[in-house]
């Protein structure tokens, strides 16, 4: 079996999900995980697929040619890495420019490898100062978490960083 990932993304409307899903399925694709989202009137999305090795290219070929809709379409490698443990971090601070960039350079600099990203942003209850929210999965040695937590709590005075393990 081959895992494959898709990233489309194209202006949004109706029905582009049922339509990746039924080229999926015709293909004897299996849809594993996905992120799909509407930004600004477009439809941007990952998907992975769990596909026979005999149906990937035709799936492949098939996902391309959907009008309207960028895909691009890599077929995942194993991977041998061994990951001592998974953390995921809630992080909330002011928003600012820069601070995706801020947090994600302290990860990779203690170690870690970012999974998964989900940010979003709104105003304070009290105030209506305009707040950065994220919840981060990472990948990295456990022996190395204390570290990365601490160089995070440093990035600035108002990033608070709760721990789920």
Known sequence: MNH???SCIGPDQTGIVDTLSKIINKHQGNWQVSSLHHLSGFFAGVI???VNKKN????????????????????AKSS?????????????ANDRAGIVQEISSVIHHQGGNLIKLVSSQASAAHTGQLMFHAKVQIAMNAT??????NALEHVADDLMVDITR
């Open 4 to 6: 494959i990932v898709i």
């Open 56 to 75: 990937t290219q035709a799936l492949v070929s098939a996902l391309g040619g959907i009008n309207g809709l960028n895909c691009q379409i890599e077929i």
């Open 144 to 149: 190395d978490v204390d570290d990365l937590i």
């Open 48 to 50: 992975e697929v769990e």
């Open 80 to 92: 041998s890495e061994k990951i001592s443990t998974n953390l995921v971090l809630e992080l909330t």
